[in-house]
């Protein structure tokens, strides 16, 4: 970005913020606190507190609890305290509780056990809950194994080896990606290696094919053990279609074993899903089209060009897809298909043959299979074919209850669906750990005090738009509405600042601690800068790789020299609703949109939705759904205590029954001028990749408001836990507006 127009951004005037004392930026960049020991007290001690709070793995955690880590931190910093503070009170109290647990004999075999069954509990906790990326154990792993697959890659180049190599390096690239959600950090460079191997392999599919030789010929010692995989009848029955030579047979070979045109294909497909992640969706599908050109009944090349097509509209390409995946998959290994023509179903039922009825025609095929398979591998303790074909019924019931909930609007039906999927979900996973989730709100609370942030501090840019709040709130939505401005750019839920999040804290620590206030300046604004680099140059990429198509219908497409580049990314990672203090911390002047809706409308939203394994498991059972609810509104007003006016407030409500008047404050608010293309958002042909990818498409509806009344009746237990917080008595707090519509 130009960086006179970043200064005069910076130095305009900020519609969004409060004149409160404690969220204004200062504009000398090297002002001290009132006392230097203030500033150790309130900024670098919570800091160190924050990073070991951060890196210690949570047995410590667990066993010594949060005054223990002001203790270690303390030991580390002098700093004086007065009999009576808040901090005193902790370590005596932290010292006294050591002095009577070491008065404690060691060595009984009751605490062993206790010991036991709590690293036990600890193993379970790290397998459902990743840590922050860059300290915990899988990032470190992931990073070596990177090292070492690119030396190998690397070192193979221009020989018979380099194939096998650059699919094995890009793979893990993919997976590695796919595990860790940092704003895709190796994307790019997965995207180039697969390329390349690709250009080899077709040159090498030519010259076999000038020879007449056969471009599908496997290991010969292997293609046994290949059928034996899926069974001899039913791998019959899979090529029955295509002829017995069909690529699919090669899907569960190693990669050496795999013929020319099964490589092509595998990696075509390969990188079809790394343009999927990037958000490249057109791009997807001509890697998925490529891949069939080979084989096209190609299944998992079938099953992802069937969701590139969902999410980009293309419904009637999407359900063609899906229902030649059912009709060729009879050992029913794509589950996926059963879900996302679920998907199109809900967005347009006409253009399915059959609508409905074929699907549920399918799934009451695959269920007592599935069911019985399940029990079986219950009943032997066999914990991975309980996941696998739990994983399998989930999916199955939820696409269940979609259908009664859509179609025949039956609720009691549909809930009996609903409610056995999530059993089946939970059943894998360890039990909700309420300790933990207490202690993280806690932390943040005892961390980001009033007292805690330095003025002067962050960088001045405004070119972030922070997007938060809990789970199916409509943050979608809102993210819509602020792409279609043409200044204003969406990048989805891959948060770049998220993802660094690890880093940039322990760097802040690690300035901090240098005593100079100047150096932590320095280092915060380039950290805030990297994050805005980053976004850019990630729209840039994206942005190069997209099809001219994407704009709004009955628009011309501008010519590349005349293209507006934007000024404005949002970041959509909900959850940062727990890292407020950090983005106020790097950006003082970033728009940060709380978006919340009608509590109960929020919390059965998230708990009949299937989301991707990982932070929000356990909305898929009442207690921890209801717990991470209270969590999020306890952080909230936490916010609005210590940050008086930072924080934008927005009604879901407001945004459906009030756009027009809602929408010029919003985009005010952003610092870009109004453009009418915003009412009109629903109209710009963006791919969305969320839950709510076919909603956004619609436009703005308010008949699903209170949709969890229908359901009611099965929610007392629900209603109970949240209690008085079924009511969320907030207002929109963007500057001029007042909503005067009845909601």
């Given at each position: 970005m130009n960086r006179s127009t970043e200064d005069r951004e910076a130095n305009g005037s900020h519609a969004h913020r409060s004149s409160t004392p404690e969220c204004s930026s200062s504009s000398s960049s090297n002002k001290r606190p009132s006392t230097w020991s203030i500033f150790i007290l309130h900024f670098i001690l919570p800091m160190t507190i924050l990073a070991l709070a951060s890196n210690c793995n949570d047995a410590i955690l667990s066993s010594i609890g949060f005054s223990a880590i002001i203790d270690h931190a303390s030991s580390s910093i002098t700093v004086q305290t007065k009999p009576g503070d808040p901090l005193d009170m902790n370590v005596r109290l932290e010292q006294e509780a050591s002095t009577q647990t070491n008065t404690k004999t060691m060595h009984n075999k009751k605490e062993k056990v206790q010991k036991q069954q709590q690293k036990k509990k600890q193993q379970q906790r790290q397998e459902s809950r990743p840590n922050s990326p860059q300290s915990s154990e899988l990032y470190k792993n992931m990073e070596s194994q990177i090292s070492q697959l690119k030396a190998i890659y690397q070192s193979s180049l221009n020989t018979p080896d380099e194939i096998i190599s650059a699919i094995r390096y890009a793979d893990y690239l993919k997976y590695r990606d796919a595990t860790i959600h940092d704003g895709g950090t190796y994307q790019m460079e997965a995207i180039e290696v697969y390329l390349r191997t690709i250009d080899l392999l077709e040159n090498r599919w030519r010259v076999e094919m000038l020879n007449g030789e056969n471009t599908r010929a496997i290991r010969e010692e292997r293609e046994w053990n290949a059928a034996a995989v899926i069974d001899t009848d039913e791998y019959d029955e899979y090529d029955s279609d295509s002829g017995r030579d069909g690529l699919h047979r090669e899907l569960f070979l190693d990669i050496e074993d795999k013929s020319t045109e099964g490589l092509l294909c595998a990696a075509y497909t390969s990188l079809g899903k790394v343009y999927f992640m990037s958000n490249m969706f057109e791009r997807a599908v001509y890697s998925y089209e490529q891949c069939l050109s080979y084989d096209s009944t190609y299944l998992d090349a079938l099953t992802y060009r069937a969701q590139s097509n969902v999410i980009l509209g293309n419904y009637e390409d999407a359900g063609r897809d899906y229902l030649r995946v059912l009709a060729l998959d009879h050992t029913r290994i794509f589950v996926d298909a059963f879900t996302g023509l679920a998907q199109v179903l809900s967005a347009k039922e006409e253009v399915v043959e059959g609508g409905w009825e074929t699907l549920v025609a399918a799934i009451n095929d695959v269920l007592p299979q599935h069911t019985s398979a399940y029990e079986g591998a219950k009943s032997s303790n066999n914990k991975r074919g309980m996941k696998h074909f739990g994983d399998s019924l989930k999916r199955l019931h939820h696409v269940m209850f979609r259908y009664h909930d859509v179609k025949t609007k039956d609720a009691s039906k549909a809930?009996?669906?609903?409610?056995?999927?999530?059993?089946?979900?939970?059943?894998?996973?360890?039990?909700?750990?309420?300790?933990?989730?207490?202690?993280?709100?806690?932390?943040?609370?005892?961390?980001?005090?009033?007292?805690?942030?330095?003025?002067?501090?962050?960088?001045?840019?405004?070119?972030?738009?922070?997007?938060?709040?809990?789970?199916?709130?409509?943050?979608?939505?809102?993210?819509?509405?602020?792409?279609?401005?043409?200044?204003?750019?969406?990048?989805?839920?891959?948060?770049?600042?998220?993802?660094?999040?690890?880093?940039?804290?322990?760097?802040?620590?690690?300035?901090?601690?240098?005593?100079?206030?100047?150096?932590?300046?320095?280092?915060?604004?380039?950290?805030?800068?990297?994050?805005?680099?980053?976004?850019?140059?990630?729209?840039?990429?994206?942005?190069?790789?997209?099809?001219?198509?994407?704009?709004?219908?009955?628009?011309?497409?501008?010519?590349?020299?005349?293209?507006?580049?934007?000024?404005?990314?949002?970041?959509?990672?909900?959850?940062?609703?727990?890292?407020?203090?950090?983005?106020?911390?790097?950006?003082?002047?970033?728009?940060?949109?709380?978006?919340?809706?009608?509590?109960?409308?929020?919390?059965?939203?998230?708990?009949?939705?299937?989301?991707?394994?990982?932070?929000?498991?356990?909305?898929?059972?009442?207690?921890?759904?209801?717990?991470?609810?209270?969590?999020?509104?306890?952080?909230?007003?936490?916010?609005?205590?210590?940050?008086?006016?930072?924080?934008?407030?927005?009604?879901?409500?407001?945004?459906?029954?009030?756009?027009?008047?809602?929408?010029?404050?919003?985009?005010?608010?952003?610092?870009?001028?109004?453009?009418?293309?915003?009412?009109?958002?629903?109209?710009?042909?963006?791919?969305?990749?969320?839950?709510?990818?076919?909603?956004?498409?619609?436009?703005?509806?308010?008949?699903?408001?209170?949709?969890?009344?229908?359901y009611e009746p099965f929610l007392n237990e629900l209603l109970e836990l949240v209690g008085t917080r079924v009511n969320y008595n907030l207002e929109t707090t963007l500057n001029g507006y007042h909503n005067n519509v009845e909601s």
């Open positions: 809930w009996k669906h609903l409610q056995k999927g999530n059993e089946y979900k939970m059943s894998v996973l360890p039990p909700f750990d309420k300790r933990f989730e207490q202690q993280r709100v806690q932390g943040v609370k005892q961390i980001f005090t009033k007292e805690f942030f330095p003025q002067g501090i962050g960088s001045k840019t405004r070119t972030p738009i922070f997007i938060i709040g809990f789970v199916r709130s409509g943050s979608t939505l809102l993210e819509r509405i602020l792409d279609a401005h043409p200044l204003i750019v969406g990048t989805g839920e891959d948060s770049v600042f998220n993802g660094r999040l690890d880093y940039i804290r322990n760097e802040i620590v690690a300035a901090s601690q240098a005593g100079d206030l100047n150096i932590l300046h320095s280092k915060v604004k380039k950290l805030a800068d990297d994050v805005v680099i980053d976004m850019i140059k990630r729209w840039e990429i994206i942005n190069d790789n997209t099809r001219a198509s994407d704009t709004n219908e009955g628009d011309s497409v501008e010519e590349e020299g005349d293209a507006v580049k934007p000024i404005r990314f949002s970041d959509k990672m909900l959850t940062n609703y727990m890292n407020v203090g950090f983005i106020h911390l790097l950006f003082p002047n970033a728009l940060i949109l709380h978006v919340a809706r009608e509590p109960m409308d929020t919390i059965f939203s998230a708990y009949k939705h299937d989301f991707p394994a990982g932070g929000l498991d356990y909305t898929s059972e009442f207690e921890g759904l209801a717990h991470l609810y209270h969590s999020y509104r306890d952080v909230m007003e936490h916010w609005d205590n210590v940050l008086p006016g930072r924080v934008t407030h927005i009604r879901y409500e407001d945004l459906v029954t009030d756009l027009p008047n809602l929408a010029p404050k919003i985009i005010e608010a952003a610092g870009v001028p109004w453009d009418e293309k915003v009412l009109n958002f629903h109209k710009k042909k963006h791919a969305v990749n969320t839950l709510s990818t076919t909603q956004v498409r619609k436009g703005v509806y308010s008949h699903h408001l209170k949709d969890w009344k229908r």
